[in-house]
């Protein structure tokens, strides 16, 4: 699915961003040779840059929760709360009306859905309501992944403007969150069992 790549290259372009400005790369940002985690993603851009960064604006949180139902569960949540859960934060991300007059000038139509052309999120009650056959996957329509991967280009064109304003001057280890907690990892990592 195309959300699912989208994300990810998000993610590795917002890890590879922090590397190219912060060092060592491999202690802070790809620690074990693995890319860090959430937390000390969302940690780095909100603490290390001058214009601090919210990780989960633009809907990529939603973004990413899509993603991860595919990643982890071939589209289909785990429990129908789960199901809700993910879809009201796509549906107040994204909007789920009809194609736009530019959206049909890209080739686009119809009307945008998370899961399946027949269920709505109801923010009222909480949960997906559909008119048919109740569809436990998420059944994204072309619309709506256009439009998710649209705010994902923006979101990562707004991370670049808050590296753009530049780095907090005391990214030491005592005067930096991300700095201290990502030192503290380490330092119990390097103790012996």
Do not use: C
């Not at 990780?55 to 949540?77: C, E, I, K, Q």
């Not at 879809?87 to 119809?110: I, K, R, V």
């Amino acid at each position: 699915m195309a959300i699912t790549r989208a994300v990810s290259l998000a993610e590795v372009t917002l890890a590879r961003m922090a590397a190219a400005w912060v060092g060592p790369a491999h202690h802070y940002v790809f620690p074990m040779g693995n890319l860090w985690s959430r937390q000390w993603e969302a940690l780095f851009y909100r603490t290390v840059l001058v214009k601090p960064f919210l990780m989960s604006a633009n809907g990529f949180s939603a973004a990413r929760d899509l993603r991860d139902l595919y990643t982890h569960g071939y589209g289909v949540p785990a429990t129908e709360e789960r199901r809700s859960q993910v879809a009201q934060s796509l549906y107040s991300n994204f909007s789920s009306s009809s194609a736009t007059p530019e959206e049909h000038a890209l080739g686009f139509d119809g009307e945008a859905y998370f899961f399946g052309q027949f269920a709505r999120f109801d923010p009222k009650a909480g949960r997906i309501v559909t008119y048919l056959g109740m569809s436990k996957r998420a059944e994204v329509s072309k619309l709506a992944a256009h439009r998710v991967m649209r705010q994902i280009a923006i979101h990562i064109h707004a991370a670049h403007a808050s590296f753009e304003a530049g780095l907090r001057t005391d990214l030491s280890s005592t005067g930096n969150k991300f700095v201290r907690t990502a030192t503290r990892w380490w330092e119990r990592r390097s103790q012996p069992d």
